[in-house]
Each structure stands twice: as structure tokens, then as C-alpha cells.
């Protein structure tokens, strides 16, 4: 693969790279931040599990799940048009 240009107008030549040409660095930091250390409990009836921890993922109904799909969806899109 050759080098492309984000949007910042930079060039990219990986994945990571493209990943931060669509989305500002600063936004990835946020999310991530919002990200870790996250921990869920279930309730099933009256009782509550312990409390354990999510090591991948959202939490059904995240607000960051649209915002997630839609770059994920923008850097598909951007690998189909190089290629």
C-alpha cells in the first residue's frame, strides 16, 4: 500500500495512521479515556451480581456506539477508495 492523505491533508501509510486522519487525535484520546476501567453489574430478579470488569467493548446503549459506527463506516469506506 502506498501513502495516502487524511483529512488534516498529512500523509498516511498505516492503519493507524488512516484511523487518525479520519478521527482527531484528540477524540481518540477522549474515547479511550472514556474506555478504560470500566466495570458492570447484572441484576436478574431481586439479586445483583458482583461487580466485574469489561475488558472490550461498549455497554449496551453507549452513546459513543453511533459516533464508533459511523468512523469505523468512514474508514471502510476510505480503504475501498484507495483500493
Known sequence: ???????????????QD????????????????????????VQVGKKVSDRFHIRNG????DALSPLLFNFALEYAIRRIQVN
Do not use: A, F, H, N
Open 1 to 15: 500500500m502506498g501513502p495516502r492523505t487524511g483529512l488534516d491533508g498529512r500523509k498516511t501509510s498505516s492503519p
Open 18 to 41: 488512516l484511523i487518525l486522519g479520519v478521527i482527531p487525535r484528540k477524540l481518540v484520546r477522549l474515547i479511550k479515556t472514556g474506555l478504560t476501567e470500566i466495570y458492570s453489574r
Open 58 to 61: 461498549l455497554k449496551q446503549g
